[in-house]
């Protein structure tokens, strides 16, 4: 079935300093969404992307699709405490039905 | 944010014990989901459902099952509670659109002594 890979599983970053997560699949997609999970919360809808290329921001987050549409990127500016938690991505499965949600990033923001 | 309610909202069982977890949703979503996660780690899907009288089994293999008798609730049943169920179960409903957002209930902390 659909596999979706996330790298880095872990990262830890000085408060201040930049974040990036990158969503890798073997194959092309549709569409990809992006999802944070708050320590001890749910996952929470953060943007879906669409086109080949796309770039989308919100506030210091960028959300990137990558030209073949097989790869994304999250990158946060300057990480705050806030920013803590798991970030997912997610892609439809083969019949375009239920999403797979990749294993996931999980970001700590010292002080 | 959302209108998906699971209850209850932390759960300690003993061994062989039967549980349901009520997952319920006002949205009038067709598709629902169940979900179990253990802390901050990857979501593993354990049911899902197209609409009424719709089931099916997730990736993962699970001891539970569900039912979809109406719209608005997609109850998740263990027969017998093992420690190994120790989990956090999250419930999610999306439109049918294929672009749509799917929704994260609150989930439900289960610990089975």
């Known amino acids: 079935g659909q596999q979706v890979m996330q790298i880095p599983q872990y990262q830890h970053v000085q408060e201040g300093e930049d974040f990036t997560t990158y969503c890798n699949s073997s194959?092309?997609?549709?569409?990809i969404q992006w999802y944070k999970q708050r320590p001890g919360g749910h996952p929470v809808f953060l943007i879906q992307?669409?086109?080949?290329?796309e770039v989308k921001k919100q506030k210091r987050l960028t959300f990137q699709f990558g030209e073949a549409k097989k790869n994304s990127s999250l990158h946060i500016t300057a990480t705050q405490t806030t920013d803590v938690g798991t970030y997912f991505c997610?892609?439809?499965?083969?019949?375009?039905?239920?999403?797979?949600f990749g294993p996931g990033t999980r970001l700590s923001v010292l002080p | 944010e959302a209108d998906i309610y699971q209850t209850p909202r932390y759960l300690v069982i003993g061994t062989g014990k039967k549980i349901t977890l009520e997952c319920s949703q006002t949205?009038?979503?067709?598709?629902m989901y169940w979900y179990q996660q253990d802390p901050g780690m990857e979501l593993h899907l354990i049911h899902y459902?197209?609409?009424?009288?719709?089931?099916e089994k997730g990736d993962l293999s699970s001891e539970s099952t569900v039912s979809r008798i109406r719209t608005e609730h997609f109850p998740l049943t263990l027969e017998s509670a093992r420690p190994s169920h120790t989990s956090q179960y999250l419930c999610?409903?999306?439109?049918?659109?294929?672009?749509?957002?799917?929704?994260f209930g609150p989930g439900t902390r289960l610990t089975v002594l």
């Open positions: 459902s197209y609409g009424v009288n719709s089931t």
């Open positions: 997610a892609v439809l499965d083969n019949y375009g039905q239920n999403f797979v």
């Open positions: 992307l669409v086109k080949s290329g």
């Open positions: 999610a409903t999306r439109p049918s659109g294929l672009t749509d957002t799917q929704y």
């Open positions: 949205m009038g979503h067709d598709k």
């Open positions: 194959t092309t997609l549709s569409n």
